[in-house]
């Protein structure tokens, strides 16, 4: 199932995450923010358990900001899961 997630507190503005029926990262993708660094970690993504990838980038910062790119992918993807029930 694909989802979206409008992005706060960030230069991207949305990630849209496409989760296999058993939480696996299928594909990744984020509008807005560092071109070449967030399609790097969309590609790294791809295959990885969604828990994981929440796990290694939940909390990660930005500068001064609380939250990161990287962070906002997290929220995506536990809003992807929870809204699958996983």
Same mark, same amino acid.
């Given at each position: 199932m694909t989802h979206t997630y409008q992005n706060r507190g960030v230069c991207s503005r &949305? +990630? +849209?995450v496409t989760l296999? $029926? *058993? /939480?696996i990262i299928q $594909?990744? &993708?984020v509008v807005g /923010?560092? *071109? /070449? *660094? #967030? %399609? /790097?970690i969309c590609q790294l993504l791809q295959g990885m358990p969604a828990t994981e990838a929440i796990r290694r980038m939940e909390?990660?910062?930005c500068g001064p900001r =609380? +939250?990161?790119c990287p962070d906002q992918i997290a929220k995506a #993807? %536990? =809003?992807a899961l929870q809204e699958e029930g996983l």
């Open positions: &949305s +990630t +849209t296999s $029926e *058993n /939480g $594909e990744v &993708s /923010g560092c *071109n /070449g *660094n #967030l %399609k /790097g909390g990660t910062t =609380a +939250t990161s #993807l %536990k =809003a």
